[in-house]
């Protein structure tokens, strides 16, 4: 079979540009949607790592600030216990109320006191003699520093103050603590005149010892 063109070769070459004008279009149209998204996903990619990146700077932000508030609560909470158990040791050595009272029921009438105080007045503290449980500790966390517990080396003296308007009522006040039996000793350190002969009064100032 013979196919005849009658178009006149102007057109038949118009319609071969428009084909190959149509054909290269959709060849640049393809690579350009190629090329396209591969950068749109690496943009998008990078996009996503910044984010990433800021989140974690803020996380480590956050986990140093944690940290420290751990550090100052966990000393905090050291210190705390450390002087409650101090108070503890202290307490547990003396009955503190009925050695007042003792005293004071052995106080004469004209004696009045000023001051009493344990000798040394902070007792030091001894060596480190057991350490309590730890609490559970939180995954990936640091674990908080062990509180040591100390002994405490209870003063073994009384430092006692106070002025009696008659010279005897300071030995007096001596002779009755040591009639107690309390005391491994009761020393009158010092007793001295103050004031003019009338209206003198006697400062008077004793250790008692266990």
Same mark, same amino acid.
């Given at each position: 079979?013979?196919t005849?063109?009658l178009?006149?070769e102007s057109?038949?070459?118009a319609?071969?540009?428009?084909?190959?004008?149509? &054909?290269?279009?959709?060849i640049?149209a /393809?690579a350009?949607?190629?090329?396209?998204?591969?950068?749109?996903?690496h943009?998008m990619?990078?996009?996503?790592?910044?984010?990433?990146?800021?989140?974690?700077e803020?996380?480590?932000?956050?986990?140093?600030?944690?940290?420290v508030?751990?550090r100052?609560a966990?000393?905090?909470a050291?210190d705390?216990?450390? &002087?409650?158990?101090?108070?503890?040791?202290?307490?547990?050595? &003396?009955?503190?109320s009925?050695?007042?009272a003792?005293?004071?029921?052995?106080?004469p009438?004209?004696?009045?006191l000023?001051?009493?105080?344990t000798?040394p007045?902070?007792?030091?503290?001894?060596p480190?003699?057991r350490?309590?449980?730890?609490?559970?500790?939180?995954?990936?966390?640091?674990?908080?520093e =062990?509180?040591?517990?100390?002994?405490?080396?209870?003063?073994?003296?009384? &430092?006692?103050?106070?002025?009696?308007l008659d010279?005897?009522?300071?030995?007096?006040?001596v /002779? =009755?603590?040591?009639?107690?039996?309390?005391?491994?000793d009761?020393i009158?350190?010092?007793?001295?005149?103050?004031?003019?002969?009338?209206?003198?009064?006697?400062?008077f100032e004793?250790?008692?010892?266990?």
């Open positions: 079979m013979v005849l063109n178009l006149p057109v038949q070459a319609q071969a540009r428009r084909r190959h004008v149509k &054909r290269w279009a959709l640049l /393809a350009t949607v190629a090329g396209t998204v591969p950068a749109g996903a943009w990619q990078h996009l996503q790592i910044e984010e990433l990146g800021a989140q974690s803020k996380l480590q932000s956050d986990l140093a600030a944690a940290r508030e751990l100052t966990t000393a905090e050291n705390a216990f450390l &002087r409650l158990e101090r108070a503890k040791a202290l307490r547990s050595k &003396r009955a503190w009925g050695m007042l003792l005293i004071g029921s052995c106080l009438k004209q004696c009045w000023t001051s009493i105080a000798d007045e902070v007792p030091p503290a001894g480190v003699v350490s309590p449980l730890p609490p559970a500790a939180t995954p990936g966390a640091a674990a908080p =062990k509180p040591a517990v100390v002994t405490i080396e209870a003063p073994r003296k009384l &430092r006692i103050s106070g002025e009696a010279s005897a009522d300071p030995l007096s006040f /002779a =009755k603590l040591k009639e107690s039996q309390v005391f491994r009761v009158l350190e010092r007793s001295l005149r103050e004031g003019p002969e009338q209206e003198s009064q006697f400062r004793l250790i008692c010892e266990w």
